[in-house]
T-cell receptor, first 114, second 110 residues
Framework: EPEVTQTPSHQVTQMGQEVILRCVPISNHLYFYWYRQILGQKVEFLVSFYNNEISEKSEIFDDQFSVERPDGSNFTLKIRSTKLEDSAMYFC????????????FGAGTRLSVL | RKEVEQDPGPFNVPEGATVAFNCTYSNSASQSFFWYRQDCRKEPKLLMSVYSSGNEDGRFTAQLNRASQYISLLIRDSKLSDSATYLCVVNPSNTGKLIFGQGTTLQVKP
């Protein structure tokens, strides 16, 4: 069964450092998403991406965040200068359509900012 | 009012019990509705989509009431493996952005 893969599974970084979280969406999917989940809280939408540009972003997705699809397979989330409050689980998802179609989630990257 | 609201539980039930979860959403124009399941520290996994006519998948039945902005999930004959957090999820505007509820925790005991 096709799946979304994310690397690394756990990233530890110092406050102020840049991190890049990587995702390989399902191969025939066209819509890509990042969500985050702070420990004990709900899953929150960060950004959606289609046709090499951002479709929608949330208030959380400020200037410190960026996304990129550098090649035909990877989809990355960059945080330029991490803060303690960026510590969370980051999930990548993809779908074949953006409407009622199902989004499939990767196993997540746990980001710990010290 | 929260965009998607669920009773966090926990619901502690014995094996074989029937349990029902409810969810309300605030945006009356919402287009698509789902129940996802999340195991501890894992990713959300789709359990089922929810349709206006109601739908069933084995032991699981989902209902949508657009007039009341209310979604439900019924689990019959609970198994130990059903223990997880059940997430009510709404796509409010056909843009792909999913809005998650806080989740309802279910513990099924032997």
């Amino acid at each position: 069964e096709p799946e979304v893969t994310q690397t690394p599974s756990h990233q530890v970084t110092q406050m102020g450092q840049e991190v890049i979280l990587r995702c390989v969406p399902i191969s025939n999917h066209l819509y890509f998403y990042w969500y985050r989940q702070i420990l004990g809280q709900k899953v929150e939408f960060l950004v959606s991406f289609y046709n090499n540009e951002i479709s929608e972003k949330s208030e959380i997705f400020d200037d410190q965040f960026s996304v990129e699809r550098p090649d035909g397979s990877n989809f990355t989330l960059k945080i330029r200068s991490t803060k303690l409050e960026d510590s969370a689980m980051y999930f990548c998802a993809s779908s074949s359509d953006r409407g009622g179609n199902i989004q499939y989630f990767g196993a997540g990257t746990r980001l710990s900012v010290l | 009012r929260k965009e998607v609201e669920q009773d966090p539980g926990p619901f502690n039930v014995p094996e074989g019990a029937t349990v029902a979860f409810n969810c309300t959403y605030s945006n009356s124009a919402s287009q698509s509705f789902f129940w996802y399941r999340q195991d501890c520290r894992k990713e959300p996994k789709l359990l089922m989509s929810v349709y206006s006519s109601g739908n069933e998948d084995g032991r699981f039945t989902a209902q949508l009431n657009r007039a009341s902005q209310y979604i439900s999930l019924l689990i019959r004959d609970s198994k130990l493996s059903d223990s997880a957090t059940y997430l009510c999820v709404v796509n409010p505007s056909n843009t792909g952005k999913l809005i998650f509820g806080q989740g309802t925790t279910l513990q099924v005991k032997p």
